[in-house]
């Protein structure tokens, strides 16, 4: 009878034990393969152009296999982009136009190196504006709903042609930061933007609406 108890105890313990082993693992984050990979284009980046890397490069330093390279990726591109989704998650955390504008200046800014080298491979960056674009277009829509609800009476195409002029002038503010090698400082450069834009996204919507009731 004291052996069955022992060994009851024993299974106890066991179940006991494992329990807590798997609460533990499962509150560790873990980092997938597709993470992995970007993770090693990005190290990749700091270092050299973008139209110096190789999908081998990518593999020697992710460990993985070109077949797992292609599961996740069309491209190198394609992962390139997926790199750049750290800068959409964190334009979803803005909640006014000077948020927007300083963190996306101090993204690049932070990120200099590796945007450098992307910018630096021609045909890659305007890959990236083309990305950035829509960042920042998505994120001026949302602020602007939020700002000025008058804004919602805005024909589709009216709405789609003021985010798009704005969107576009940010983004070439960018690449001109860039390429003149961030000679001044985010803060400089999202006081400039705010300057400009700060007040005239609404009025342009404003105006929109005055004119599209003018001429009906």
Known sequence: RDVERSRGLGDVYKRQKLFKRKEYTMDIPQITKQETITKALREELENRPFDQISVTDICNKSHCSR????????????????????????????????EAASGLFNYVYENRNFISNVFSAGDQSMQVLSFLFKI???????????????????????????????????????????????????????????????GSLINAADKFIKYRKENK
Do not use: H
Request: one cysteine or more; aromatic letters at 16%; hydrophobic letters at 35%.
């Open 67 to 98: 077949q797992t390279f292609y599961y996740y990726f069309t491209s190198l591109s394609d992962c390139l982009v997926n790199l750049f989704l750290e800068a959409r998650n964190l334009s979803n955390q803005y909640t006014n136009y000077k």
């Open 136 to 198: 920042i277009k998505d994120t001026m829509s949302r602020m602007m709903d939020k700002n000025n609800p008058e804004s919602r009476n805005l024909l589709p195409e009216d709405k789609e042609y003021i985010l798009s002029y704005y969107a576009a002038a940010w983004c070439f503010s960018f690449l001109g930061w860039v390429e003149g090698g961030f000679k001044t400082t985010p803060e400089q450069e999202t006081e400039k933007m705010l300057l400009i834009s700060e």
